[in-house]
Structure formats: structure tokens, C-alpha cells
């Protein structure tokens, strides 16, 4: 059988014989109909991308509809493309349902299938595959199917193209709709795909190994399995896949060194195996395949051989040497690459200078974070019309920038963090329009910060932890989303057009010198979900802070902040609920984490951000230090994503809120040094995520609760210094209140009872609580027996006198 032949991108020949086969059509219909029902249009059913499907027109000059032609019969007319990527356009995801799919199934001649960019939950159909058996091409990428791939994939004879990449929900999303992703293995019957060209199934949750079926495909030409969980190693025979371009293996977790029969692809083009766990030195026969321009090896644990004398014969356009435990200075043979636009050779050992070669070579991305290079940068370098992601992080520069910084205006992401600049941050960086993140944090720039365009880019800054001095700079972009200014010397008061920031979501100025009351108008930066004002000499009430609903973190500790804690604080959405989509913050934050030079730094603990801890899963509140009073407010409890609570050090009084046993997520509490009464609530035990419970110098009594993690909870200093705490936690046994019972028979056994000592305690406590008991029996018993003659007099006296008044 001659196999159908697809040319792609599709160019069909419309001619005016065209008619689309009517049971094509009602599929059509059919499937359009099941998609507004499943995604409940109403006013928004223009959001929709397919108008034209209607009853009164020919289907196949239809929108996204592809159709065969054919002068000579119009019975062979058949619909053999359709174009359904990116249907539904909205804010919010809306999750549409595999089922929706079933009638196009039955429009047998289907070559081309695009189903990708439409958050299509559930299973992928398999009779998508059982229906469809002469698909070519098919796209199903950046949606979230779940469950394994079904087997009768591996009857597609003619698939060529196949795309399920991207296919995992991510946040809350994913735990709201209790889905997880593709999963589950490779099986070994992919090999059954012998017509296969490209093979895309990254960014899902595959595991297990790369099938050795895969060798079947001799006409495989990509193949894509990246950011999955696969294991073991690369099949050796690889090689023999001869007509490979594309390899791309990074971020799983496979072993073993780098297949040496690698050095048969001679067609090979790109090679990413970055991110595993790869060991051994990297094969220099690499550098001579001619073909090559894309290499990426970093973050493994392979190593280079200082000792070789490199000579490419390849002539290189990206190449990642990442955690390659390169020494020395920067490579030399690198110069040699003359088509180069990517450097990564960040997290090694290189010493020495900028080199001045690198400067003249003008890159796109240079990426040198995490070495010891030193001394100062080169102008030459931003005379570079190029260069579009420079990165230097944590290294030992110094010196002032160079002035001319503003000329290298294709700069969108500017990182020199953790080293030793000195002088003013210079103006020209404002002439940058294209900038999109500038962190310039943890230096030791000085002066006032020079006005940003408002109509600029930026939108990513961070200049904390200088020397910086002046007002708050408020002149930056329109398009600000993150400001951290913390750790520097600003002072005064809150300037009023913070206000004018309007897309800020993150504002830092902690461990500054600002003073005065805070502002009412903090209120109207309703976009804010991270604000941290810790450690300046703030005051007043803290009431306007509450009508931030979207707060997820707010830290106001180490101020002189008075009144109470808001009873609205209950009310801030942002604690209450994770966002269903991700925030701007995270889209600005995944970029940058490709480069891993992002590190957020709370509490003078460093916690670098990675695709499973981003500043969207955080939600904490912090209040401590300052001079708050009244009773903490019982709302507190309705914070159920509140991973952190801290109102320490306050003059808080009353009681602790039973309804903090909803605070669910709730991984630390610290109430200490206040003036908290009562007892600790029992509810506190159904907190399964707490770690940390810290309720020192108040005026507690009672029983510390047990079960659940307040059993782990054992060290004496967060219970210390309260008037009346007992319990196993501080070994101290709770006094008993003796309670009338019977004399014990000899069956009985001893008088004394588990039951009574109350179930949790040590047995190291059992002989004291028994002393305990037995010396209050032994003082109340001479008491009773004087007492009740007595009382038998009065009770007669009393008597008496009622008869005698009868």
C-alpha cells in the first residue's frame, strides 16, 4: 500500500468544486456544539475561534479546515486537516474535557490533527488512534492529558509527526481539578512507528527507561524527550539512529556516560542532555561533529580535561558547559566558534579576568554566574549590539560599571548580583528599552538610583542589599511588577506615588530608614501579593494593609506599628486560596530561572526558586516586633494557604484562637513574648504541616495538647517561661484533680489507671505522678474527717429552727 504522503505546512489547491462531505459535517458541528456546552459560552462565546462553522456553508471553507480536492469526482473530497490549536481565548483556563473530541473521530480521512494550546483535561482518547489510522501529523502539545499513552498509538503506520509535549497541570489548578499528567512508561512497542520523523513527548511525567525499540524508527530525525522523570541509560546503539538531527534528553535522571557511538550522527545538529545524572569526562570526539551547533552539557557530572588542547571542527551556536567543573580561565578555543550567540558556563571554577576576546565576540547570551572571575568589565563589551541576557552573578567582580552600560541597548536581562561594583548605579541603564529584568542586589553601588523611563520595559528590579541613599525611588516603569529596594539606607517617609505603579505585585524595602505612619493610600495598590516593610521605623495601625486582598505575603515585623491585628486580615484572599493562575510575578520568575540566577532571600535564609518552589506557592504573615495589643482576632483562622504566622513579640492578650486548628497549611507559628492566657487549643493537633509551634513568655496554663505533630514537639524553650504549661512536651507532669471511686478489689489491681494519668504522657512520669497523688490523698484525708462532724451538727441545728418556725 503506497502510503499517504503530507507536506508540511499544507498547501491545498481550493477549487470552486469543493463540497464537504455531509457527515463531515455534522462531526464538525457535532463537535463544536460539545465544546460550548463543556465550556458553558454565553457573553463570552466570541472568545471562541469558530464562527464560521455553520449548518448553511460548505465545511470545507471553513476556518481551521483543511479539505482534499479534486477535479475529476467530488466524491473523493474529504476533510484532511484540521487546524483546532488555541480554540478558546480567556483569562482564566478553562478546562475542556477529552470527550469533546469523540465526533471528529469519525472523520476517518484525517492526515492532520492540531489540538494544542486548549487545556484539554482527561485521558487521551484511544479511539482517537483506533478511528484515525491515517493520521501524518499530530499535535496535542501544552494541554493536560492525563494517563498513560494509549496502545493504540502503535498502530499509526503512517505517523510521522507526533507532539504530546507539555502536557502537565501545574499549582493549583492541577490540585483543584485532581489531575496529575501523562505519565507512566514508554512502552517498548513505540519501536512499532517505523514511519516516525519527529518524536516530541518532553515535559511530561514519564519515567522508566528510553525504550531500545526506538532504533526501529531509521527515519527518526527528532527526537525530544526532555523534562521527564526517565532513568538508566542512553540505549548504546543510539548511533545507529543515522538521520538524527535533534537529540534532546535534558532534565531527566539518566545515567552512565556519553554513548560513544554518538559519534555516528553525523547529521546531528542539536545534542541537549543538560540536567541528569551523566558521569565521566566529555568526549572530546563531540567538538568534531561537523554537523554540530547545539550543545548542551551542564549540570551533570561529567568533567573536562583541562589538559586537552580542544581544536572544533564544529562550529557552534549555543554550547552549556553548566557545573562542568571547568578551572582555569575562561576557554580559549571558544573563540574559535564564530557563529556563537549562547555561552553558559556558569557554576565551575574559572578565575581571572573578563576575558577581552569574549567582549569582541558579540554574543546574544553570556552567562558566567557562579565562578571566581575578577577585576573589572571591558567597555568593549556594550559596544555590543547583541547582546541580550548577561549574567555574572556571584563572582568577584568589582569596580564602577562602565559608563557606556546604556549603549548595549538589546539587553533584556541584566544580572550582576553578589559581587563588588562600587559607585553609582549609572543613568545610561535607563536608556535600555528593552530591559526587562535588571538585579543589581547585594553590590556596593551607592548615591540615589538614576529615573527609569516610564514607558520602558522593566519590569523585573532589584537593587537591594547596597548602599544606596535618598527617598524611595518611585521612578521606574509603568510596567513594574517587582521592586525590591530592601537593604539599602533610604529614608523618609512611603512617597504617595508608589501609587502610580499600578502592575506592582511585589514591593520590598525591609532593613531601610523609613519612618513616619503607614499610608492610607497603600490601600489602592490592589495588585500588590508581596509586601515586606520589615526592620524601618514604621508606625501607626496597620488597617489599611488589610484592604490588600491579594496579599500572600506580607511582612511588617521590626516597626512600631500599634492597635490591633485587623479582624479583615481574615478576609485576604490571597491566604485563603492559592491563585488558580499563575501571577506576572511567575512568568518574570520562570524566565530568569532558565538561568538559575534568581535567589530570593528571606529572613537571612537564602531559598533559591525552582519550578516547585516559586514565589505563587508562599502565603505568609508576619507582625512580630512591634507594639500590637488586643486580642488576636479569631479570622485568622480562615487563612487556610498561611504557611507561616508570626505575631511575636507584641502585647497581645486574651486567648489563642481555637480556630487556628484550620489554618491548614500552616508549617510554622510563633506567638511567643506576649501576653497570651488560657490554654493551648486542642485543636492545634489536626495541623498535619506544622513544624514549628512557638508559644514561650506568655502566661499559658494548663495541658499542652498531644496527637498529630504536637507530639514531635518536644523542646522546652517553645513552651518556656508561661505561668502554668504541663505535659509530655516539657516533662512535666499535670496535677490531677482526685475524683470519688470505689475501693479497689484485689481483682482490681492497683487503684491507679493510664486512663487517669491521661493517655500521651512519658513513662518516665509514672512514679512521680503516683507520689503526686498519693501525697494529696494523704493531706486531704485528715481535712474530710474533721470537717464532717462539724457539718452533721449544722445540718441538725438547721432543722431544728425550721420545725420550731412551723
Not at 493549583?172 to 514511519?195: A, H, M, Q, V, W
Not at 504617595?496 to 514591593?507: D, F, I, S
Not at 488558580?580 to 532571600?601: A, G, H, P, Q, Y
Request: a neutral charge; glycine letters at 6%; hydrophobic letters at 35%.
Amino acid at each position: 500500500m503506497v502510503k499517504p504522503i503530507l507536506v508540511l505546512p499544507l498547501f491545498i489547491f481550493f477549487t470552486t468544486s469543493l463540497c464537504c462531505p455531509d457527515h463531515h459535517k455534522q462531526a464538525l458541528l457535532g463537535f463544536k456544539s460539545s465544546l460550548i456546552k463543556s465550556i458553558n459560552f454565553s457573553s463570552d462565546y466570541d472568545n471562541l475561534s469558530l464562527n464560521s462553522w455553520n449548518s448553511s456553508s460548505d465545511c470545507c471553507y471553513w476556518e481551521s479546515v483543511v479539505c482534499s480536492s479534486s477535479v475529476q469526482s467530488k466524491k473523493s473530497i474529504s476533510v484532511i486537516g484540521l487546524h483546532l490549536d488555541s480554540l478558546v481565548s480567556s483569562l482564566e483556563p478553562i478546562p475542556i474535557p477529552s470527550t469533546v473530541l469523540f465526533p471528529l473521530f469519525s472523520i476517518r480521512s484525517l492526515m492532520l490533527l492540531d489540538l494544542s494550546f486548549n487545556n484539554i483535561v482527561g485521558e487521551v482518547p484511544a479511539a482517537m488512534f483506533t478511528n484515525l489510522r491515517n493520521l501524518v501529523r499530530l499535535e496535542m502539545m501544552n494541554n493536560n492529558f492525563t494517563g498513560s499513552i494509549p496502545s493504540q498509538l502503535f498502530r499509526s503506520r503512517y505517523l510521522q509527526y507526533l507532539d504530546m509535549s507539555n502536557n502537565m497541570l501545574h499549582g493549583s489548578l492541577r490540585k483543584e481539578l485532581d489531575f496529575n499528567s501523562l505519565s507512566g512508561s514508554i512502552p517498548e512497542e513505540i519501536g512499532n512507528l517505523t514511519s516516525m520523523q519527529n518524536l516530541t513527548l518532553r515535559g511530561n511525567h514519564l519515567s522508566g527507561t528510553i525504550p531500545s525499540s526506538v532504533l526501529n524508527m531509521k527515519d527518526l530525525k527528532v527526537l525530544d524527550l526532555r523534562d521527564n522523570s526517565l532513568s538508566a541509560e542512553i540505549p548504546a546503539d543510539i548511533g545507529n539512529l543515522t538521520n538524527l538531527s535533534t537529540l534532546a534528553l535534558s532534565n531527566n535522571m539518566l545515567t552512565g556516560g556519553i554513548a560513544s557511538s554518538l559519534k555516528k550522527l553525523q547529521k546531528l545538529e542539536t545534542l541537549r542532555l543538560e540536567n541528569n545524572l551523566f558521569s565521566g569526562e566529555i568526549p572530546t570526539w563531540l567538538f568534531d561533529i561537523r554537523s554540530l551547533k547545539d550543545l548542551f552539557l551542564g549540570g551533570n557530572k561529567l568533567t573536562w580535561n583541562i589538559e586537552v588542547e580542544l581544536v572544533p571542527r564544529c562550529n557552534l551556536s549555543q554550547l552549556s558547559l553548566k557545573a562542568c567543573s571547568l578551572t582555569g580561565t575562561v576557554p580559549e578555543w571558544i573563540s574559535t566558534q564564530t557563529d556563537l550567540d549562547f555561552l553558559d558556563l556558569s557554576q565551575n571554577m574559572l578565575e581571572g579576568p573578563f576575558p577581552r576576546w569574549l567582549a569582541e565576540m558579540d554574543l546574544g547570551s553570556i552567562i558566567l554566574s557562579d565562578n571566581k572571575l575578577s577585576g573589572s568589565l571591558p567597555h568593549r563589551l556594550f559596544e555590543s549590539l547583541s547582546l541580550s541576557i548577561f549574567s555574572l552573578s556571584r563572582n568577584n567582580f568589582s569596580g564602577q560599571l562602565p559608563d557606556n552600560i546604556g549603549d548595549a541597548n538589546a539587553i533584556m536581562m541584566l544580572m550582576l548580583a553578589d559581587n563588588n561594583f562600587s559607585g553609582q548605579v549609572p543613568s545610561s541603564l535607563s536608556e535600555i528599552y528593552r530591559l526587562i529584568l535588571l538585579d543589581l542586589s547585594g553590590n556596593r553601588f551607592s548615591g540615589k538610583v538614576p529615573p527609569f523611563k516610564p514607558d520602558a520595559f522593566l519590569a523585573f528590579i532589584d537593587l537591594s542589599s547596597n548602599e544606596l541613599t535618598g527617598e524611595v525611588p518611585v521612578s521606574f516603569s509603568d510596567e513594574t511588577k517587582i521592586l525590591s529596594l530592601g537593604n539599602n539606607k533610604f529614608s523618609g517617609k512611603l512617597p504617595r506615588n508608589l501609587t502610580n505603579l499600578e502592575q506592582l505585585e511585589h514591593l520590598d524595602l525591609h532593613d531601610n530608614n523609613i519612618t513616619g505612619v503607614i499610608p492610607t493610600f497603600l490601600s489602592q495598590m490592589s495588585n500588590l501579593q508581596v509586601l515586606n516593610l520589615r526592620n524601618n521605623s514604621l508606625e501607626g495601625s496597620i488597617e489599611s494593609v488589610a484592604n490588600l486582598s491579594n496579599l500572600r505575603i506580607l511582612d511588617l515585623s521590626g516597626n512600631n506599628v500599634r492597635g490591633q491585628i485587623p479582624v479583615k486580615f481574615g478576609s485576604l484572599a490571597g491566604m485563603i486560596k492559592t491563585p488558580r493562575s499563575l501571577s506576572k510575578i511567575s512568568d518574570i520568575v520562570t524566565f530568569s530561572i532558565e538561568f538559575n540566577d534568581l535567589i530570593v532571600t528571606w529572613k537571612k535564609s537564602k531559598q533559591g526558586l525552582s519550578g516547585s518552589s516559586r514565589l505563587d506557592i508562599y502565603s505568609l504573615l508576619d507582625l512580630s516586633r512591634n507594639q500590637l495589643s488586643g486580642q488576636i482576632p479569631t479570622s485568622l483562622g480562615q487563612l487556610k494557604s498561611l504557611k507561616l504566622l508570626n505575631v511575636s513579640y507584641n502585647q497581645l492578650s486574651g486567648n489563642i484562637p481555637t480556630s487556628f486548628g484550620d489554618l491548614e497549611s500552616i508549617e510554622s507559628l510563633d506567638l511567643s513574648h506576649n501576653r497570651l492566657s488560657g490554654s493551648i487549643p486542642q485543636t492545634l493537633s489536626k495541623l498535619q504541616q506544622l513544624s514549628i509551634l512557638d508559644v514561650s513568655n506568655n502566661k499559658l496554663q494548663g495541658q499542652i495538647p498531644v496527637g498529630g505533630q504536637l507530639d514531635t514537639m518536644n523542646d522546652p524553650s517553645y513552651y518556656a517561661n508561661n505561668s502554668g504549661l504541663c505535659g509530655m512536651q516539657i516533662q512535666v507532669s499535670c496535677p490531677m484533680e482526685p475524683s470519688p471511686s470505689p475501693k479497689p478489689t484485689e481483682q482490681e489491681g492497683t487503684w491507679f489507671s493510664w486512663e487517669a494519668a491521661g493517655i500521651g504522657y512519658a513513662v518516665g512520669l509514672f512514679t512521680s505522678t503516683i507520689l503526686c497523688l498519693s501525697w494529696s490523698t494523704l493531706r486531704l484525708l485528715p481535712q474530710r474527717t474533721r470537717r464532717h462532724p462539724q457539718r452533721r451538727h449544722n445540718v441538725r441545728s438547721r432543722l431544728q429552727r425550721q420545725r420550731g418556725l412551723a
